[in-house]
């Protein structure tokens, strides 16, 4: 068993961030994530990338320029970059927080079971798309069953717009052998209100599906401060 990190003493010369770094472990070990601040949160991640230097200042600046844990992890390289004193190792890190997330929430509704809880869906795209910096639209392609089988990013784009083909959705829908779809995508600026575009986008790729026989079972806008679902406003 490996013994626990001592902290050093004043005068042992040893850095002070090493006892620094195990009393925030421990803290972690006793009382899980809800003992810590965000900005602890990422000196754990980024004390294995930088394991001889104070990471504590460089947490504290991601949290001021991004906004919080969740928006840090999901930034993209090229803005994480931007940090000063944070390498590729940490940047790597970061993403692989951020690939672990996705994977977690996203294992129960790849196994092709049915789609019954709304709440796994929502909080897998959540996770997926809530704190991107740009639009992305994604379509969930269902079989008879409403068994999951495939997600796919369908457009990328700015801040306020990603490029949508409704026939380009239906054909890949045809290929897959979907009777149902759910469509997704976030708004960057936080508020999942829809707008008059996303309301038009959605009755169109609805009437392209009609006569192929494939429904579209809901459209769920996703949000920073939260997500709106087109079929609970009773839009669709």
């Given amino acids: 068993m490996t013994k626990p990190e001592a902290a050093p003493s004043a005068d042992s010369g040893e850095p002070h961030y090493l006892g620094h770094r195990e009393r925030l472990r ?31 200042p460089l947490a504290k600046s991601l949290i ?37 997330a996705k994977r977690l929430v996203k294992s129960p509704i ?52 990603a490029p949508v083909y409704p026939r380009e959705i239906m054909r890949r829908a045809l290929e897959l052998s979907a009777s149902a779809i759910i469509l997704v995508h976030n708004h960057p600026s936080g508020d999942p209100q829809p707008s008059t575009d996303d309301i038009h986008l959605t009755h169109q790729i609805i009437a392209v599906g009609k006569p192929l026989k494939v429904a579209v079972h809901d459209h769920l806008i996703i949000g920073k401060q939260g997500h709106v679902s087109l079929k609970g406003l009773r839009i669709i």
Wanted: hydrophobic share 45%; aromatic share 8%.
């Fill in 110 to 161: 790849e196994k092709r079971l049915p789609l019954s809880s709304f709440t796994t869906v929502v909080d897998y795209c959540r996770t997926a798309m809530a704190f991107l910096d740009h639009e992305e639209f994604r379509v969930l392609f269902l079989d008879k069953k409403n068994c999951l089988i495939a997600d796919e990013v369908q457009g990328v784009g700015t801040v306020d717009h």
């Fill in 26 to 56: 421990d803290r972690f070990r006793k009382g899980g994530a809800d003992a810590l601040g965000e900005y602890e949160l990422l000196e754990l991640i980024l004390f294995r990338a930088m394991p001889r230097r104070d990471v504590k």
């Fill in 64 to 100: 001021a320029r991004f906004g919080s844990f969740a928006e840090a992890v999901s930034a993209r390289p090229e803005r994480l970059r931007e940090i000063e004193g944070l390498g590729e190792a940490a940047i790597v890190e970061l993403k692989i927080i951020e690939a672990a």
